[in-house]
């Protein structure tokens, strides 16, 4: 029987930067939904964004199309959108999968997750660019996407655009945690995933606030959507069937 | 040269179960048993068996058979067995190998390294139904074999049969730690198993108390004997082996 | 374009243990050089070779050869000689690439970076062996190549050679740690690899003191040159391009 997959991108990403990889899941017969976050779209206001509009803006992606027994899945950043939505629209969905990606308590923010010399280097250059932010394209290239040749690190990074900070620094609004949350969850985990350090890093650091999850690995980069989309479908489906 | 394997199954198993992936190892050359400990036939008593009567079993079946040379394969609870098999046939053995399986120290027994949440549900699973424990179905599916689809999820558990808690919480007997032991020593790591969390999980933690020993890793979840039998048949030969 | 690679082995081998590996990466279109460190060679006095002869054995063979854009790679033993190669000849290299190799602290030995009790076991071999030492066959059998059947831990075993101990214990000269050098840097994690206990390992621990670095890791032993020479290559490959 086909699902239905919502598929959340991360920070400086948009929808588009998750269609190869929503290409192999729906030639595995599912439906897939690659909706771009306000605050990625061409026109919006980085500087205004919030992790708030953010989340709404997923909210009525899912609302307005009346889709039901979502299988919602956040990459990275994504994690803390799809916590979001689970809160408000939890009868709508079936089961939630992060694939490294933020897993908040109440309260927190995303930058709560990440380390401090992260964050440090963040605050500089929002405070250069009206609270937007990129990513060093070095650090991209070497703790990104690290799987990669240097052609396509490059041809990736092109397709970035600026992420509004304020949904970094913003704290979630969550009535439980997500351990309490009764809905399936799973947590993909791409092995040499180094967006975050290895010492301080997505599973099971993160994983584990979950409660009861169904771990799914595969080799690859935080960046696997550009560098093996076809292995991070594969591990998709096995995260978000029953 | 075929070398002489007796496998020793986990809680609510019997060797049947272990039947799929000791074919692989018998297809290499090689001798293979699958014995039933007591406390998980059929007409056992689950109330009453104890950890030693398990280990006594496990001894009969390989003095009955004088078996010698024997590479004594233990998975998950099947590790106090093989532990406690080493303590008084080590002449009969020539290696063990532990299949993300226990290994106790001297006097511990197995929920002493099992994380609080789960023997607090054990305890109350064991008061209500005669000492005996069922493992909750959706944590099965979701930290057993998560690698599996719902299918094999439901037709595995079908198999199992409720397990004697008393070996859960009986001390082991041991006159020296596995690792003063003189016998070769593997231990087979399946990467994706969850069964204990990976905060808390099988290796290193339990691993290095073996002393020297060989780590053999692979794709897989708690119960690769249901989702990946000839996968796990390989490692279990890679570890067996001199 | 093809690239230059230096392959800078660890102790008890020489350059020949990595020409296997050496070959894969010259049939991808590179060039190769392995050289063997002063201290490893046959003439060479075991009892008297310092760390400092190593590192100045290396720098010579990359400065006669006048080799430029090096991607200096190093094993195990090795990343104490690529450290201080870096330290000395940075201008000629263009990347470094640490294989489950020791990333030392200015200041810091080798022996400072082993668990205690392999430490013990060397300091009482170097003690009877005119301050060489060799490795136990069992421990390189279990825990170096673990991967490897008995003829070829045994063939491979026949290949090392008596190692200076003072390469172990004598501490490294190094200008700035090596997260503040300004080169390309990635480490290589075998993922098998238990030469270091996986409660005290190489990945992150000693990898993140690279700063900011490339991981790539495949599956395989410590000693993976000689027990999948073509993994290692590949992923040799993808650490040290650009």
Redo the contacts between chains.
Sequence with gaps: MPDTYVLIHGAWHTGAELEAAARHIREAGHTVHCPTLAGNRPDDDRSKTTLGDAITSAVHFIEQRQLTDVRLVGHSYGGMVISGVADRIANRLKRLVYVNAFVPLPGECLNDMVPPHYVGMFDAIAAAHHNSVMLPF??W???FI??A??DLAQSSYARLNAHPYATFTDKINLARPLAEVAL??SYVNC??D?AL???MTW???L??RLG??????C?GSHEIWFSDPAQIAKAII?AG??
């Design positions: 070095e650090i290239r070497e703790a690290n799987d040749d240097l399936g969850k092995q040499q180094t350090p290895h010492s599973h099971p650091r994983s584990e009861l999850f169904r771990l799914v690995e080799p096995m069937r029953d």
